[in-house]
């Protein structure tokens, strides 16, 4: 079983930055994929960026390529998400999730992940 408990979302201006944090109970958590992903007022789930257990692997939506990165701490048990050149597009209640795999692939389908937190609200003003 893997809790998930993420914060660092708040108000930023365009333009800015912000990183999020995704704290991780747990003994197994350095074997399992894990994902950010968002979902603004009146939208679906999206997904954001990936990586793999090792953290050597990523993947990021289209959105998100060339302004954030998401990284990860196994020995501290957390996911990070540095997100840069906000813009209020990406406003949005931001969500960490697991998934138990050793493989290199990622998934961003939101229905292959197991766990979720309870997700941190970001909000950019223009």
């Not at 893997?2 to 912000?18: F, H, N, P, R, Y």
Request: include cysteine; proline fraction near 2%.
């Amino acid at each position: 079983q893997v809790q998930l408990v993420e914060s660092g979302g708040g108000l930023v201006q365009a333009g800015g930055s912000l990183r999020l944090s995704c704290a991780a109970s747990g003994r197994t958590f350095s074997s399992h994929a894990v994902a950010w992903f968002r979902q603004a007022p009146g939208k679906e789930r999206e997904f954001v960026a990936a990586c793999t257990w090792s953290g050597f692997d990523t993947y990021y939506a289209d959105s998100a390529t060339g302004r954030f990165a998401i990284s990860r701490d196994n020995a501290k048990n957390t996911v990070y998400l540095q997100m840069n050149s906000l813009n209020p597009e990406d406003t949005a209640v931001y969500y960490c999730a697991a998934r138990r795999s050793l493989a290199t692939s990622l998934s961003t389908d939101l229905k292959t992940y197991e766990y979720w937190g309870q997700g941190t609200q970001v909000t950019v003003s223009s």
